[in-house]
């Protein structure tokens, strides 16, 4: 089984100042289901090298046991250091594909036209993907062979708009993921603040908040042995 996750290779929060990237929760944890269960990983990212960690992600509040077991992990961290650029990735060579999320995704691979392919020749394959938290808006421009948005119409899940007031970034983020999700026609649902929720529809599979990342994952993998 091979597995490509997609991160991204943005670091700036807006106008903040302050700095962003991808969620440590949300490669770690899908990260070792994918490993556990014997997958190939390959990481990718627009600019290729090393992505930009939130740092916010890295704080001990935030810590998992697997956040520590990736931290310590010598191999996990090298080939985190040397992410693949998007541009040269072919779906051919994966059986399915996982982004995680973090802040970044929205600026850069929400737009970005590799990403757009990259999704929509999965899915044109008939493969299944997955994304969680901020992720499903990555899905905003992709289209289904009709032209119409492919989330058009099908259950998804992502990080909510109490979840971004939460974390006050309301006014700061380019669009909200819920809102947005809706506004392409999905049927978005939804459990408390920061609850695991992870949302299967055929080969869509959606998590709601970091803390439903490895939940989003073993649905993949269930999916895949399916």
Excluded at 4 to 28: I, R
Excluded at 73 to 102: C, H, I, M, W
Excluded at 134 to 160: E, I, M, Q, W, Y
Excluded at 169 to 183: A, C, M, N
Aim: charged letters at 25%; glycine letters at 10%.
């Amino acid at each position: 089984m091979k597995v490509l996750m997609v991160l991204t290779s943005h670091d700036t929060l807006g106008n903040t100042g302050k700095k962003t990237g991808f969620w440590l929760e949300e490669l770690a944890a899908p990260y070792y289901v994918f490993k556990d269960a014997g997958a190939e990983i390959t990481l990718a990212s627009p600019k290729g090298g090393q992505p930009p960690l939130d740092p916010k992600s890295d704080e001990p509040m935030f810590e998992t046991d697997l956040t520590r077991r990736f931290k310590a992990d010598r191999e996990a961290k090298a080939q985190l250091a040397e992410t693949v650029r998007l541009d040269s990735v072919n779906q051919g060579d994966f059986d399915t594909v996982f982004y995680p999320g973090g802040h970044g995704p929205m600026w850069d691979l929400a737009e970005d036209g590799n990403s757009i392919r990259l999704l929509e020749a999965f899915i044109a394959a008939g493969k299944t993907i997955a994304l969680v938290c901020h992720a499903p808006g990555v899905l905003r421009h992709v289209k289904k062979p009709d032209g119409s948005p492919f989330v058009n119409g099908r259950r998804v899940t992502g990080f909510t708009n109490s979840e971004e007031a939460a974390v006050g970034l309301t006014e700061v983020v380019p669009f909200l993921v819920e809102d947005e999700l809706l506004d392409l026609g999905a049927v978005f649902s939804k459990v408390k603040d920061w609850g695991v929720h992870a949302v299967v529809d055929g080969r869509l599979i959606t998590g709601q908040n970091p803390a439903s990342s490895g939940e989003t994952a073993k649905a993949l993998l269930a999916a895949l042995k399916s």
